[in-house]
């Protein structure tokens, strides 16, 4: 059974860049989509993008210039870049695989999610 | 941009029906899926594609969609139901989710 687990810091500073890191255990990376989804605190789920094994990619238009989103197959991870965060990027980060069939694609499973808190 | 809206809480007495809807633009010519997601846990699907559901989801849990509203209904409704509740679909090559909907069990 695939498991996700993201990784990284827990506290960034205004105008600098977060960075996490999804690892994929139980299987391989290869072969699916992976997705980044961030919850603020107290709100709804907002999708950031995916990525492929390729390293094709597709973004939300609202971060399309402050995001990127890479994968490593050696290391069955993929990874986030948010640059120049503000407090409103103050969220639980998600990530998790898409499945992909025909047009209907849907997100199962998920990661358990790491606070990242934008603050000096 | 697309948008989902879903009411922000539904009510529903134990072994009774829920239905919570979400409401777009043509959404019945789009998939919908649906998340529950329980306080302090991620979210998890229960329903995708309209009306399929993942293995491991009670059959209490279905879906359907048609016009401009899809709608996730849970017969049966027990306490281990509460939770907030989502939808969402794809627009543009871009995942949209609805605004979430509290379900309470009373």
């Known amino acids: 059974q695939v498991q996700l687990q993201e990784s990284g810091p827990g506290l960034v500073k205004p105008s600098e860049t977060l960075s996490l890191t999804c690892t994929v255990s139980?299987?391989?990376?290869?072969?699916?989509?992976w997705s980044w989804i961030r919850q603020p605190p107290g709100k709804g789920l907002e999708w950031i993008g995916f990525?492929?094994?390729?390293?094709?990619?597709n973004y939300n238009p609202s971060f399309k210039s402050r995001v990127t989103i890479s994968v490593d197959t050696s290391k069955n991870q993929f990874s986030l870049k948010v640059n120049s965060v503000t407090a409103a990027d103050t969220a639980v980060y998600y990530c998790a695989r898409l499945q992909v069939a025909g047009i209907g694609h849907w997100f199962d499973p998920w990661g358990q999610g790491i606070l990242v808190t934008v603050s000096s | 941009s697309y948008e989902l809206a879903q009411p922000p809480s539904v009510s529903v007495s134990p072994g009774q029906t829920a239905s919570i809807t979400c409401s777009g633009d043509k959404l019945g010519d789009k998939y919908s899926s649906w998340y529950q997601q329980k306080p302090g846990q991620s979210p998890v699907v229960v329903i995708y594609?309209?009306?399929k559901r993942p293995s491991g989801i009670p059959e209490r849990f279905s879906g359907s969609s048609s016009g401009n509203t899809a709608t996730l209904t849970i017969s049966g409704t027990q306490a281990m139901d509460e939770a907030d509740y989502y939808c969402q679909a794809w627009d543009s090559n871009t995942a949209i989710f609805g605004g979430g909907t509290k379900l309470t069990v009373l």
């Open positions: 139980g299987g391989s990376i290869s072969g699916y989509y």
């Open positions: 594609q309209d009306d």
């Open positions: 990525v492929y094994v390729s390293g094709r990619t």
